[in-house]
């Protein structure tokens, strides 16, 4: 499934904990770490968004943020400024309606927000074919609260 960005920014609102600046090689260059996977990447800022990453004073409102996450006055989007050059982990995220965690706090899997199903645990895939894929409602929150029932007995945790 394509995930679509809707650049809110939430993602991003709290990496300033998962990565760090290491390094400035020059003014739009860096070499930053991953707190969590231990990677080292070099980053660099997108040339069309020089103008964004020079004001920096979303990091005062939010200073847990992405060292590169910035917010257009304009429309009110939020922009990663090293999108061309972004590290792994920030490729491979997409947004979820969901966050199901196993037993150990570990990702099991996600549900995104067509109620489409993500997961590689055989238990959860067993769990969603068995109870969940069969739940017929219209409305969302309402949509939600069976499954995150359903999950929890299951033994998981469900974070929203």
């Known amino acids: 499934m394509a995930c679509k960005c809707c650049q809110c920014g939430d993602c991003c609102s709290n990496m300033n904990l998962v990565h760090s600046v290491r ?21 660099r800022i997108d040339p069309d968004k020089i103008r964004l990453f020079e004001d920096d004073d979303i990091l005062e409102t939010l200073p847990e943020a992405c060292p590169f996450l910035r917010f257009d006055q304009k429309d009110g989007k939020a922009y990663c400024t090293v999108h061309l050059t972004r590290p792994g982990i920030c490729r491979e995220f997409c947004c979820w309606r969901l966050l199901i965690l196993d037993s150990h706090g570990r990702r099991a899997g996600r549900i995104m927000y067509q109620r489409s199903f993500v997961s590689d645990d055989s238990d959860l895939n067993r769990l969603w074919d068995q109870s969940i894929r069969k739940i017929r409602e219209s409305d969302d929150a309402v949509w939600d609260e069976k499954v995150i029932r359903i999950l929890s ?4 945790t469900v974070r929203t």
Do not use: C, K, M, W
């Open 23 to 43: 390094e400035q090689l020059s003014d739009y260059e860096f070499v930053i770490y991953n707190h969590y996977n231990r990677d080292v990447t070099t980053v």
């Open 153 to 156: 007995g299951a033994g998981y």
